[in-house]
């Protein structure tokens, strides 16, 4: 038997549901042997809903807190409100110099920690937003 016989039969035998062969010849044996293969069934699973997760925006120097801008009264966001990426909660006031508030992600603002025109401190947790794990 030679070398090409033998992976031809090997490849035959992956084929069928036999698991052992065993060949004898006049000075030779050949034992082949394969474990079955078993299919795994997994449990079906339902796709779970994302968890949610909740980013801080945080107040990036000490100053006032403006929630609206002064020359109008609705406010820039309010609570359960959805926000995209980039877009403005408020300002800091330091000075003369307003500092954007921006989201860092898309979500829907659940706490606003802070009053309009209240002093905040440096990384003083203003917004929380809540988003889905996908970010």
């Known amino acids: ?7 031809l039969l090997a490849k035959t035998l992956r084929k069928t549901a036999i698991n052992r062969i065993e060949i004898n010849g006049k000075g030779w044996s050949v034992r082949m042997a394969r474990v079955p293969t078993v299919p795994v069934t997994l449990p079906s699973v339902e796709p779970a809903e994302p968890p949610n997760v909740i980013f801080t ?13 002064p020359l109008l009264d609705a406010c820039y966001v309010t609570l359960e409100k959805d926000v995209q990426v980039n877009d403005v909660l408020g300002f800091i006031k330091v000075g003369v110099v307003y500092i954007p508030l921006r989201s860092t992600v898309s979500g829907t ?13 440096y990384g003083s947790e203003i917004f929380r937003i809540r988003t889905l794990s996908g970010l």
Do not use: I
């Open 1 to 7: 038997m030679t070398l090409a016989e033998l992976r």
């Open 57 to 69: 925006v945080c107040a990036p120097l000490p100053g006032k807190l403006l929630l609206r801008h």
């Open 109 to 121: 603002v659940v706490a606003v920690e802070f009053t309009d025109e209240q002093q905040v401190e």
